[in-house]
């Protein structure tokens, strides 16, 4: 009797072995599976609310936009802003949502809501770049986000991209910050969805209406990460974008580094790759991307070598939140925003710094068409870019002043305090930056 209720147990023993074995190996298959499906669609958890949440717009053909140009007269002559929306024959304009959507946002949101809260984006980094390996202790971050009336789908893309393409143990914070903005969607129903992200992201809200310089102040203020990023609120950040700025900054705290900015094309919000290229300038203080010479890329880290940029585009960047400090942050006399790029790009050269684009970082930016409030733009960068000219030129405003000289007698506000902050850093002359830093910028006979 003994003998048979010990191979009972046994026989009983064997049995649940094998089932646990067998619901072992179903789970781990199950696993696998959701981490291929994870890998194709995103990160769950913002999946998991971004499809019981979001609003399903109707399907809408929209033809693909023209690139327009917008030409000078002469060289000599200001850009006028125009718009760049250019419609092909078949565009039905009886879509008013469509339209509104444009003039509001800058570009297509009814596409902007279709896709969602999170997509893939391609990986557009050369094959150099994905073969490349950081050290395990990097910088933290703080990702500063401003926005104001930003169209909701794309803001929360821009979040979770970050959320599911950054490592978390670089990852301190995202700080965003509401500049005021009047859409409802932007209230209460952001206050809901930003709780799958608590504890990641601080969300402050302006009791009225600062620009983006004073609001990216208030941004850094708030935050503790050795590192600040300054990020648009309509991007998508492509596969390991942040470490290769946070390396450059580890060897060099005084590198302000920027990503090699793809583009979400404005009518599509298709996901296109940029080429490699540098920021520039012209006289008229309007920021360009200039090629990059074919020489700069031939060493051997070739197409993923750093690449020295005279300027930046301003709306996404990397810098030590310490070097950020001394070097005086922004120019809190300008207004809203243009012309702040290029301020602090001079200010970073000039004053022992130094700016490059890491082309193994990749961040997708819309890049929004403005079809409202031209006149008061244009007004906003004129106003920056005299207090540019009058603080860091030097002789050489003369050259602005020669393409715009109605701006000459123009008010620009006291720069006094900026001034001052120059002598103290002990910075170099704007002929030092010419010589050194961007040649090219060639300066009329009659000034130099």
Same mark, same amino acid.
């Given at each position: 009797?003994?003998?048979?209720?010990?191979?009972?147990?046994?026989?009983?023993?064997?049995?649940?072995?094998?089932?646990?074995?067998?619901?072992?190996?179903?789970?781990?298959?199950?696993?696998?599976?959701? %981490?291929?499906?994870?890998? /194709?669609?995103?990160?769950?958890?913002?999946? $998991?609310?971004?499809?019981? =949440?979001?609003? &399903?717009? !109707?399907?809408?053909?929209?033809?693909?936009?023209?690139?327009?140009?917008?030409?000078?007269?002469?060289?000599?002559?200001?850009?006028?802003?125009?718009?760049?929306?250019?419609?092909?024959?078949?565009?039905?304009?009886?879509?008013?949502?469509?339209?509104?959507?444009?003039?509001?946002?800058?570009?297509?949101?009814?596409?902007?809501?279709?896709?969602?809260?999170?997509?893939?984006?391609?990986?557009?980094?050369?094959?150099?770049?994905?073969?490349?390996?950081?050290?395990?202790?990097?910088?933290?971050?703080?990702?500063?986000?401003?926005?104001?009336?930003?169209?909701?789908?794309?803001?929360?893309?821009?979040?979770?991209?970050?959320?599911?393409?950054?490592? %978390?143990?670089?990852?301190? /914070?995202?700080?965003?910050?509401?500049?005021? $903005?009047?859409?409802?969607? =932007?209230?209460? &129903?952001? !206050?809901?969805?930003?709780?799958?992200?608590?504890?990641?992201?601080?969300?402050?809200?302006?009791?009225?209406?600062?620009?983006?310089?004073?609001?990216?102040?208030?941004?850094?203020?708030?935050?503790?990460?050795?590192?600040?990023?300054?990020?648009?609120?309509?991007?998508?950040?492509?596969?390991?974008?942040?470490?290769?700025?946070?390396?450059?900054?580890?060897?060099?705290?005084?590198?302000?580094?920027?990503?090699?900015?793809?583009?979400?094309?404005?009518?599509?919000?298709?996901?296109?790759?940029?080429?490699?290229?540098?920021?520039?300038?012209?006289?008229?203080?309007?920021?360009?991307?200039?090629?990059?010479?074919?020489?700069?890329?031939?060493?051997?880290?070739?197409?993923?070598?750093?690449?020295?940029?005279?300027?930046?585009?301003?709306?996404?960047?990397?810098?030590?939140?310490?070097?950020?400090?001394?070097?005086?942050?922004?120019?809190?006399?300008?207004?809203?925003?243009?012309?702040?790029?290029?301020?602090?790009?001079?200010?970073?050269?000039?004053?022992?710094?130094?700016?490059?684009?890491?082309?193994?970082?990749?961040?997708?930016?819309?890049?929004?068409?403005?079809?409202?409030?031209?006149?008061?733009?244009?007004?906003?960068?004129?106003?920056?870019?005299?207090?540019?000219?009058?603080?860091?030129?030097?002789?050489?405003?003369?050259?602005?002043?020669?393409?715009?000289?109605?701006?000459?007698?123009?008010?620009?506000?006291?720069?006094?305090?900026?001034?001052?902050?120059?002598?103290?850093?002990?910075?170099?002359?704007?002929?030092?930056?010419?010589?050194?830093?961007?040649?090219?910028?060639?300066?009329?006979?009659?000034?130099?």
């Amino acid at each position: 009797m003994r003998n048979v209720i010990i191979q009972s147990l046994l026989c009983a023993s064997l049995t649940f072995g094998i089932w646990i074995a067998v619901f072992s190996i179903y789970l781990h298959y199950n696993h696998v599976k959701k %981490q291929e499906k994870t890998q /194709e669609k995103g990160n769950p958890l913002i999946w $998991s609310l971004g499809e019981k =949440l979001r609003s &399903k717009a !109707d399907s809408v053909h929209i033809p693909r936009a023209y690139n327009v140009r917008v030409q000078r007269a002469s060289e000599d002559e200001p850009a006028e802003p125009k718009s760049l929306l250019r419609l092909g024959e078949n565009f039905n304009y009886s879509i008013p949502e469509l339209i509104h959507g444009y003039s509001t946002y800058g570009f297509n949101h009814i596409i902007s809501k279709n896709l969602g809260h999170y997509r893939s984006v391609p990986d557009t980094r050369n094959v150099m770049c994905r073969k490349k390996t950081y050290p395990a202790r990097l910088p933290t971050a703080s990702i500063i986000i401003c926005f104001h009336n930003e169209e909701f789908s794309a803001l929360f893309r821009t979040l979770s991209s970050i959320m599911a393409l950054t490592s %978390q143990y670089i990852l301190e /914070e995202i700080i965003l910050v509401d500049d005021m $903005s009047d859409f409802d969607d =932007l209230k209460e &129903k952001l !206050d809901y969805h930003l709780e799958i992200f608590r504890g990641k992201i601080k969300l402050i809200r302006n009791k009225k209406r600062e620009g983006l310089i004073r609001a990216r102040m208030t941004g850094a203020s708030h935050a503790s990460g050795d590192v600040l990023v300054f990020l648009d609120s309509h991007c998508e950040v492509n596969k390991v974008w942040l470490e290769p700025l946070l390396n450059a900054i580890a060897r060099d705290p005084k590198m302000v580094v920027c990503p090699l900015i793809d583009v979400i094309d404005y009518m599509t919000l298709e996901y296109q790759p940029s080429p490699i290229v540098r920021g520039a300038f012209n006289w008229h203080l309007e920021f360009k991307w200039d090629h990059v010479l074919s020489y700069e890329t031939e060493g051997p880290e070739g197409p993923t070598t750093p690449i020295r940029s005279p300027a930046m585009a301003g709306g996404i960047f990397a810098i030590s939140r310490h070097y950020f400090n001394e070097i005086g942050q922004y120019d809190k006399g300008m207004n809203l925003w243009g012309g702040e790029n290029l301020e602090l790009s001079l200010r970073i050269w000039m004053c022992g710094g130094q700016l490059y684009v890491i082309p193994c970082s990749r961040v997708g930016h819309i890049n929004r068409q403005h079809m409202t409030n031209h006149s008061e733009i244009m007004k906003v960068v004129e106003y920056n870019n005299l207090r540019l000219a009058h603080i860091w030129l030097d002789e050489y405003k003369e050259e602005f002043f020669l393409r715009r000289p109605a701006l000459k007698s123009a008010a620009y506000g006291n720069i006094s305090e900026r001034v001052e902050l120059r002598k103290r850093l002990g910075c170099k002359s704007f002929q030092w930056y010419l010589d050194t830093i961007f040649p090219e910028l060639e300066a009329s006979e009659t000034i130099s």
